[in-house]
Every structure is written in C-alpha cells, then in structure tokens.
C-alpha cells in the first residue's frame, strides 16, 4: 500500500503543514510521556514546522506510529531511527499499518459534516462508501455513470472534492478542475450539477462559501493520491474504479471480517 519514500521526500511532506503541534498543546506538553516528546523533537528536527495529526505507541515495541501530512511512519522512542512501510503481525497475518490508517480515516471523515458532502444514496442503504472525486477523471466519471446500480445494490455513495489538478496552479492562480468543483458545490441542485459535470457538460459558474479545499486538504492529510479513492465505512481504501458487483463483494467481505 506505501511507496518507499527517501527520508529527505518523506521530510518535505511532513514540511507541506503549516503549524507545529508542539506549539498548539502549550503547557499541556508536559504531560506527555518523556518518549513520546523525544519523538515529536526528532520529527521537527527532521522536518521544522510538522503538524502531527496522530502519535501513539506502536504495536512494535520501542517504537512510536506517527501521521501527519498524508504519511504513517514508526520511529523509535530514543528519536534515533525512522521506519516508512508496512508493519505486518505475522502471527494473524494482519496489516497493522493499514488498520492504523483506516482508524484514522474513519474519525476524520467523521467530522466531515453531511452538508458538505454530495450524496447519492437509496431510501435504507446497507452500506455507505465515502468517495474522494474529481469532475473531470475518466474513471470518476464511468464510477458515477454507474451510480443506480450502486444504489440500487444499496449502496450509498457520499462524494467529497478532491480537484486532482490541486487547488492553484503554480502562479497561484485556481485550477480549472477546482474552480469547477466550487460551481458544482455552489449549485443550487449539487447533485445535478455533478451528475452534469461528470457528463462533461460545464456547470454555471458560481461561488459561494464552500469545502472543496477543505476537503482536497483532508485528502491529502488521509493519504489520498489520485481519484477516484474509494473508502469503506471502516475506513478502509476499496480501491480506485471498483464496478459495481465487485464493490459490493468487497465491501459483504468487510461484514465478515475479510
């Protein structure tokens, strides 16, 4: 699931946050265990200004599991070493590193409030997926040509913006994608401007207060890469273009502890 990464690529991702965690908790910081603060001093050392979204104890011992800026790593409680990869039980033959990830997904997505969200959804769905999309990708666009029949299999679908050109081009200026992502989030019927930009036509130009760099930001913080990003309601990635039949059975997979 993770690309090997050098340290000094894995440092700039971390330097993409803008404040320093540190300095958000105050005093509070003393209260942390001693090892947990030799981790978080050998991370801003590694990387000045990194915003850490989650640090606990790791299920490997003598090592803590760390996310922050779209990356999990493992660094060991003396600050010394940094690990990037995945940490497998081999006793359960578990990927404990993509269960740490999907927990995480799982709580931040939970703070995504149902306004900001487009949601095509059946009257009592058995699941919901959450999907990061963008308007212009050819796979978003065959996964949404396909939506009756995810609803109609009882699945609800909740779109978030995830404008894969990014939000400004490299003169600071809005991206197409993205400018075209607020029109449809600023439409008075959303769904059907999304349905319509997905077909290529070109939504009304509109503004108004909106969450799609909210909601590109977060896929970012989530590890998001490219579009469509399929997660299940555990938080899991399903996948990228996942038809129909196959979503359903992964996600029937998901109640049986597959």
């Known amino acids: 699931m993770f690309k090997k990464l050098s340290f000094a690529l894995l440092a700039g991702a971390f330097a993409l946050a803008a404040c320093a965690a540190d300095n958000q ?5 003393t209260a942390k265990p001693a090892a947990e603060q030799v981790v978080r001093a050998a991370l801003q050392k590694l990387a000045p200004g990194v915003q850490i979204d989650s640090i606990a104890p790791a299920p490997m011992p003598g090592f803590y599991q760390v996310i922050g800026s779209g990356q999990l790593v493992y660094v060991s409680t003396d600050g010394k070493y940094m ?5 497998v039980d081999l006793g359960s033959r578990r990927n404990l590193s993509e269960r740490a990830w999907a927990d995480f997904r799982k709580g931040e997505l ?14 009592h769905p058995k699941y919901t997926v959450t ?4 308007v212009n990708c050819g796979y978003c666009r065959m996964f949404h040509s396909h939506i009756a029949q995810l609803n109609a299999e009882g699945i609800a679908v909740e779109y978030l913006a ?4 990014g939000v400004t081009t490299t003169a600071g200026n809005p991206t197409d994608t993205y400018s075209e ?9 959303r769904k059907a401007a999304f349905t319509a930009a997905k077909q290529g036509k070109q939504p009304k130009p509109a503004q108004c207060a909106n969450p799609v760099k909210d909601e590109f930001d977060l896929g970012v913080r989530l590890g998001v890469t490219g579009t469509p990003t399929i997660l299940g ?17 992964l996600l029937q997979q998901g109640d049986k502890g597959g």
């Open 25 to 29: 908790n105050g005093a509070g910081a």
């Open 83 to 87: 690990l990037n990869g995945d940490l």
């Open 110 to 123: 939970a703070k995504v409030p149902a306004a900001q969200r487009i949601v095509f959804a059946p009257p």
């Open 131 to 134: 999907v990061f999309s963008d």
């Open 162 to 165: 995830w404008p894969r050109e």
């Open 181 to 189: 992502m607020v029109s449809v989030w600023c439409a008075a019927d």
């Open 233 to 249: 309601p555990d938080g899991m990635v399903l996948g990228g273009y996942v038809p129909p039949d196959k979503l359903l059975q």
